[in-house]
Each structure stands twice: as structure tokens, then as C-alpha cells.
């Protein structure tokens, strides 16, 4: 890639913002978010999937496709050796999102 201003520009915001999310207690607010996120996520999704009643079997298999493709991400090998904020995030929120289908389930259970 070139190195122009706008490259540069970018360059330095990400080093900045990598820089101010090393303090552990941002970047523990960050997770947290990232989790509620994916709890509000997962509620959402199953009201409006159960509401329309006619995409059940397509919203489900999209759900279990994306939980598994990003705990391959988060489990595989080279990731462990090198946690990266977006990754922690990303696993953070599928944890939010099954953690609200679960709630759910128990709802429907009841």
C-alpha cells in the first residue's frame, strides 16, 4: 500500500486507539458492552425470527453457522498465541448471544 496522508492518518488513529484500549479497565468496559450487545442481539433476533414465523429454519442455521464460525476464530491455533481486542470482543458477543437464547428457551420452557 502507499504510503500517503490518509494511509498515515489512519495508521496513527489505529495505533492510538490500540494504545488507549491496553488499560485493563477499558478494555473490560469494552467486553462488557460487547457482551450486553450480543444479549440485546439474541433477544432481538429470536422475537423478530419467532414473529414471522415463515424464516425459523433459515434464521436458525445462519445462527448456528455464524456461532461456530467465530468460535473457530477464537479457538483456532494461531489466534491463542496472540489475543487481539476484536477477537476477545467478537467471543465476547457470541457468549451474550447464546446467553440470551438460552433465557429465552427457559422463557418458552415455562
Known amino acids: 500500500m502507499q504510503n500517503t496522508r490518509l494511509n498515515n492518518l489512519f495508521d496513527a488513529i489505529a495505533r492510538r486507539l490500540g494504545q488507549w484500549f491496553i488499560n485493563p479497565w477499558r478494555r473490560l468496559s469494552l467486553l462488557i458492552i460487547s457482551f450486553l450487545f450480543g444479549f440485546f442481539v439474541g433477544n432481538a433476533i429470536s422475537t423478530t425470527a419467532?414473529?414471522?414465523?415463515?424464516l425459523d429454519i433459515v434464521v436458525a442455521a445462519f445462527l448456528v453457522v455464524l456461532t461456530e464460525a467465530t468460535s473457530r476464530i477464537f479457538?483456532?491455533?494461531?489466534?491463542?498465541?496472540?489475543?487481539?481486542?476484536?477477537?476477545?470482543?467478537?467471543n465476547f458477543l457470541k457468549v451474550g448471544f447464546i446467553y440470551s437464547l438460552f433465557l429465552e428457551a427457559f422463557k418458552l420452557g415455562s
Open 50 to 54: 419467532g414473529q414471522r414465523g415463515f
Open 75 to 90: 479457538y483456532s491455533q494461531g489466534f491463542l498465541s496472540r489475543r487481539s481486542l476484536w477477537v476477545d470482543s467478537l
